[in-house]
Each structure stands twice: as C-alpha cells, then as structure tokens.
C-alpha cells in the first residue's frame, strides 16, 4: 500500500542544510496497525507528512496504491489525499465556527458527496465514536479526548483507505490516550484500513501489527511486538 524509495529530507539551516531523514526505504503493509515509533525530533512527523503528500522528500519516491506523490503537483496531491488519506493530528484541527457533525461533513462535501447522503454518514460515523449525542454542539465545548473522537470520524469520512494519526494522544492526559488507542484499535479491527500511527509512547506497540522505528533520520523494522 504504501511504498518509500530512499527517502531524504534536508531543510536549509544558516549557510548550509540540516538532515532529518536520510534514505527512508520501507513498506508500510495494506491494511495492517503499523506505528512509527521514536522519540521527539527523530524525524517521525516529518515522515508522516511526506507520507500524506503534505511536504515532499528533497530526494527519493513516495507511492501509495501505485500512484507516485512525488511526481504530483500540489492540487493533484491535495485531491489525492482528500480522497485516499484520513489525517488524525495531535492539536485536532477541528474548525471551531463548525459544529461537530459539520466538522465531519465538511471533507464529504468537498469530495462531492450530497448533503443529506453526507449527514446521514456523519451521524453513523458519529455513534461509531460514541459522541451522536453531542452532534450540535461546537468543539470548544468539547474535552480534549471527545475533541480527537470528532477528529476520527472526519478522518473516516470520505472512507479513505488511509488513516494516518500524528501523535494522537499526544495532547491528551493518561485517560483519555488509553481511550484513544482503544478506539483506534477497535476502529482498525472494524475498518480494515490501513493505519499509520506516529508516536513517541510505547503502549501503542501491543497494539500493533508492525512497528518501525525512527530514529536518527533512519528506519528500521521491529519484530518483537509482544
């Protein structure tokens, strides 16, 4: 499902440039839990959005599904993901002028989907999270683990084959992160999708079908999940 070719990645720092990532080569499996594991700065986030087609490696391919983002302009990138990525992200970014159930609407409606068709999704996408009840009410009314709850039904809504999740527990206390891996646990197991989760926590492993760390700006393959 997804392919990474001798990925590289160099930002410009003073008179010279900085590595983060030197040589990336990896197959992330269709359908599997797979984590990325590592600890802050080792250059796991900047792989997830080179992953998502958000950024694009200084040198190496990125193909998902056959398709190559690297040779991709920008809009082709952006309608690729909107129908073939769901994005989960640390801080939410849930829009706060729209209710919950148009923040899960929105990404439907941009891929073409009816209103109506689009609602009704919404809400089954919503009672799968276990937050219908809260549908109309705003996100800053919200607990930062009810706020991520909203954050994966939108990403589950255009039914991307993709889900990718940037330190999804990461702004959330102890309780709220066991739930969080639960859900995307559960969701993984009802979903089959193909789930990418960056993270810096060691919990998520026993989840996990593999785990790639790292660290470095290389990668490497785990296969002592327990």
Avoid: C
Wanted: hydrophobic share 40%; glycine share 8%.
């Amino acid at each position: 499902m997804i392919v990474l070719k001798n990925i590289s990645k160099r930002y410009p720092e003073g008179s010279g440039f900085r590595s983060v990532l030197e040589g990336i080569t990896a197959e992330i499996p269709e359908t599997a839990f797979s984590v990325l594991l590592g600890p802050s700065g080792s250059g796991k986030s900047t792989l997830l959005n080179i992953i998502s087609g958000i950024d694009l490696p200084t040198s190496g391919e990125i193909i998902i599904n056959g398709q190559n983002l690297t040779n991709m302009n920008e809009k082709h990138r952006t309608l690729f993901r909107r129908t073939q990525i769901g994005i989960v992200f640390q801080f939410f970014n849930l829009l706060p002028t729209l209710s919950v159930i148009d923040n899960v609407i929105l990404p439907m409606e941009l891929n073409g989907t009816k209103s109506k068709h689009a609602k009704n999704l919404a809400q089954d996408l919503l009672h799968t999270v276990g937050l219908l009840d809260r549908q109309n009410t705003f996100p800053d009314r919200l607990s930062g683990g009810e706020q991520q709850r909203v954050a994966i039904a939108r990403a589950l809504a255009s039914d991307p084959p993709i889900i990718l999740a940037d330190e999804p527990t990461g702004n959330l206390d102890s309780g709220n992160a066991n739930q969080i891996m639960t859900l995307l646990r559960d969701l993984h197991s009802k979903f089959k999708k193909t789930l990418v989760v960056v993270t810096h926590r060691n919990d998520f492993i026993t989840l996990a079908d593999r785990i790639f760390v790292v660290e470095g700006g290389q990668i490497s393959e785990r296969g002592d999940i327990p």
